[in-house]
Structures are given as structure tokens and as C-alpha cells.
């Protein structure tokens, strides 16, 4: 092992040994290197001849650049040609820092890492697979996920899903939970949390989130050591009253010393970007300092320089944009209102419809991009979304063995016929 990893792994085991104990082999030994081609190029910095940087440069000592690209756009080239640190940008880390204390007012006060700026979050999801798991180990999470987490964390680090039901009547299977969570010194447990959920559209109750909040901090009582991970992809979607709208993060960042909370999340759906590529990922544990952050961050930046190198520097700048423009919070509170309009629509047309029933049931939702409908026995889903194409111009997605609708792309006026078109399709099949 380097000694730059052994000196990271004894700063976090000194400060908490339940996280050293939570990382797997790849994250013990992951390091972000602090002599060599990086650091040598910093102490070079504001050098007169500087031939260090692994860019070229104009004879100003501005960065090359064509100027058919330059032409599109409207920022300093120092901000978009050269490298991003494997870190994130500093400027968009603290912004991002400040936008989580501020979307989540009962983080006040409560220690978190810095953000570590990823390639979206699909990579921030990655990184944490390689960070804490070795093959073979379980992460559990709700039997109705994302289906993109079998490529992220099962095919490249064989990690096991140990699947739990989602709901129970109207809202979330809490015992089922609780059973995954309730063995007595089992270890570690790693827990995957998505809300708003995809494909389901939900997120708890306030009541559901501080049961959640209950059940980790029992298990982490008996001595378990829990890896809580806060997939927040659809942040800020809640439509509904009395629903949890802060993340679990800021229950979770100080819940326990046992409990280590990793928040990923990201601008792809809070800032409708999804081509950016831009995502974070942010730590939190119970007396977490700066020292155990730090710790944890390089350990991040280190596994992001070996993997993608760094993020699109493009990106980040022009988020930084968005960030610091008096009408971003207006401008997104437009957006939002379109996709709550749409959601309203959807609820409209199932309580109106009461034929629906004969065929289909909602799932419960309350938020994000999507609902689910469970299809009446005898109904063939794959059949049925083969017939809305070829027969009604309509395309849903058949997972999980319910049909998810993404109402977050469908135009309000729409929305009557897609579900019209889902019952005659429905009724044809039945025949
Ligand atoms: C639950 C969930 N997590 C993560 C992501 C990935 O987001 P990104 O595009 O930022 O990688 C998605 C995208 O669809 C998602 O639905």
C-alpha cells in the first residue's frame, strides 16, 4: 500500500474506526497524490517560464484554443479549455456546500464534507461503489430501483443487492426495512436510498422519514457499522404536502458515529442539465471534522484522478453562471411549476377515471420525474407497451414488472390521452 493511503487510512481511523471499517480494499488504498506531476505543477504556478502544465498555451500564456469554439462561447478561457482540479472546481464546491445547508435548513451547523465534484451522478455512484465495497458484499435497497444501479454497482464490483419490498398499502414498507436493518451486530450494512424515487415518484412522509431516520439509528445502537448512500438525483421535485422535502442527509449527517451518510447528487435534474455531466458527492458523520473530511475527500479525488481524471471544466463554469444570476431561483421555481402541473394532472385523471381501475392501479407518488402503474393480473406489460407503440404513438417503460410513466416529459394537454391510450390498450388486450 502507499504510504499516502496508509497515512489517510490512520487521519480516519484516528477520528472514527467505523469508517475505515465501512471502506473496501480499492478505498483503503486510495490516495490523491500529494508529490509528483500534480503538486510539482502547483509550486510551479506564477512561474515566469512554467513547463510543467500538461496543456499548451498561446504565446500570452493563455490557454490554445481554436476560435471556432471560442465564438460559442461567452466565458474566460481560463475557465473552460484548461483541466478542472480531479477534486471539482473550489469556486462550485463551496457554492454547491452552500446550496445543500441552504436547501436543508435542519443541516444548520452540522459538519459535512466539501462536495467532490464527479461526472454527474452516475459516477459519483460508481466512485462510491469502488470506495466501500468489495465483491460479494450486500447493498440493500428497495426492490423497485433504478435499473441502471445493476450496471453501476453489480456487474463492475459484484456487489450483491439485497432487495426489500418498497411498499406496504399507501406509503413505504417500513417493516420490511427494519428487518434488513434490525440484525444484531451483523456488521457492516450498506443501504441505498433514493428519493424521489426512481421509477416509484416517491418520497416519505415526515412521518415515514423520521421512521427511517429511527430504524438506522436502532441498528446503529446494536453496533452495526452502516454505509447510508443518498441517491438525491430528483432533489426538490415534491409536489405533495406533509412529504419529507429536505434529503435524508440532513437527519442522517450527524445521526450517529456508527452511521457514515454519503450524499450524491447533483445539477443534472435540479438544474435540468442533464448533458452537463456535473454531479457531488458530500460526506457526513457524527463528529466528523475537517481532518476526517479531508481524508475522505482525497481518498474521492484520488479514485476520480485514476478514472475519469477530472470533470468538464466547461460544465462547472458555466453552472457558476447560473449560480451567481439574480433570476436562478425564480427561473427554476418556473420549472418546477410545470412539472407540479403535470403531476396534478396525473392524480386528476386517475380520480376521475374510476374505469382505469378495471386495468390499472398508481402506485403511491408524490414527486420526481415518474409514477409506476401495476398492471390487473392477466395483463402482459411487455405486450401492452409493444401495442401503445405500434398502435397508439405511445411510448412508457415496462420495469420492474409495473409500467413507469415519465410525466415529467409529457405536455400537460397530453397527459388525458396517454393515460386514454394505456386504458384502450389495456381493454384491446383483454378481449
Ligand atoms: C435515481 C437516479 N440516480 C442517478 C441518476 C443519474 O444521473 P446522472 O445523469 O447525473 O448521472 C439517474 C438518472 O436517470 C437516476 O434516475
Request: charged content about 25%; aromatic content about 10%.
Amino acid at each position: 500500500m502507499d504510504n499516502q493511503a496508509l497515512e489517510l487510512n490512520q487521519t480516519i481511523q484516528k477520528n472514527n474506526a467505523t469508517v475505515y471499517e465501512l471502506l473496501g480494499d480499492k478505498g483503503k488504498n486510495a490516495y490523491f497524490p500529494k508529490s509528483g506531476i500534480l503538486s510539482q505543477a502547483a509550486q510551479a504556478s506564477g512561474k515566469k517560464i512554467n513547463a510543467t502544465i500538461g496543456i499548451a498555451t498561446e504565446d500570452d500564456g493563455s490557454p490554445m484554443r481554436l476560435d471556432s469554439l471560442t465564438k460559442n462561447i461567452g466565458l474566460a478561457p481560463e475557465k473552460v479549455f484548461p483541466y478542472a482540479p480531479s477534486y471539482g472546481r473550489p469556486d462550485i464546491r463551496a457554492k454547491w456546500q452552500e446550496h445543500i445547508y441552504e436547501k436543508n435548513p435542519s443541516l444548520k451547523d452540522k459538519p459535512i464534507s466539501l462536495p467532490v465534484v464527479t461526472n454527474a451522478l452516475t459516477h459519483g455512484l460508481s466512485i462510491i461503489g469502488q470506495m466501500f465495497f468489495n465483491e460479494g458484499e450486500k447493498l440493500v435497497l428497495s426492490d423497485l430501483y433504478w435499473e441502471n444501479y445493476g450496471l453501476v454497482f453489480e456487474q463492475p464490483f459484484g456487489i450483491k443487492f439485497d432487495l426489500m419490498n418498497t411498499f406496504s398499502g399507501e406509503g413505504l414498507d417500513l417493516e420490511a426495512f427494519e428487518a434488513k436493518l434490525s440484525v444484531k451486530k451483523a456488521g457492516k450494512i450498506a443501504v441505498l436510498l433514493n428519493f424521489p424515487n426512481n421509477p416509484t415518484g416517491y418520497t416519505p412522509t415526515e412521518k415515514e422519514a423520521l421512521a427511517i431516520v429511527d430504524v438506522i439509528k436502532r441498528s446503529a445502537d446494536k453496533g452495526n457499522k452502516l454505509l447510508i448512500i443518498l441517491d438525491d438525483a430528483y432533489f426538490g421535485l415534491v409536489y405533495k404536502k406533509n412529504i419529507f422535502k429536505e434529503s435524508l442527509f440532513a437527519q442522517l449527517a450527524d445521526l450517529h458515529k456508527n452511521v457514515l451518510a454519503v450524499k450524491i447528487d447533483g445539477p443534472t435534474k435540479e438544474d435540468y442539465v442533464w448533458g452537463f455531466r456535473v454531479g457531488f458527492i458530500t460526506y457526513g458523520i457524527k463528529d466528523g471534522d475537517k481532518e476526517l473530511y479531508s481524508a475522505l475527500e482525497a481518498k474521492t479525488a484520488g479514485l476520480i484522478r485514476g478514472n475519469i481524471s477530472n470533470a468538464s471544466n466547461l460544465s462547472q463554469s458555466l453552472l457558476m453562471t447560473a449560480y451567481s444570476c439574480p433570476n436562478y431561483a425564480k427561473e427554476k421555481q418556473k420549472k418546477f411549476e410545470i412539472l407540479k402541473s403535470r403531476y396534478e394532472v396525473v392524480v386528476k385523471e386517475l380520480q376521475d377515471k374510476k374505469e382505469y381501475a378495471e386495468f390499472f392501479t398508481a402506485l403511491p407518488f408524490n414527486s420526481g420525474y415518474f409514477m409506476c402503474v401495476d398492471l390487473a393480473k392477466g395483463i402482459d406489460g411487455e405486450a401492452l407497451r409493444r401495442l401503445l407503440l405500434d398502435e397508439f404513438g405511445t411510448g412508457v417503460i415496462l420495469c420492474g414488472g409495473v409500467i413507469r410513466i415519465a410525466f415529467s416529459a409529457v405536455q400537460k394537454k397530453l397527459i388525458p390521452e396517454l393515460f386514454d391510450n394505456l386504458y384502450q390498450a389495456c381493454k384491446k388486450l383483454s378481449k
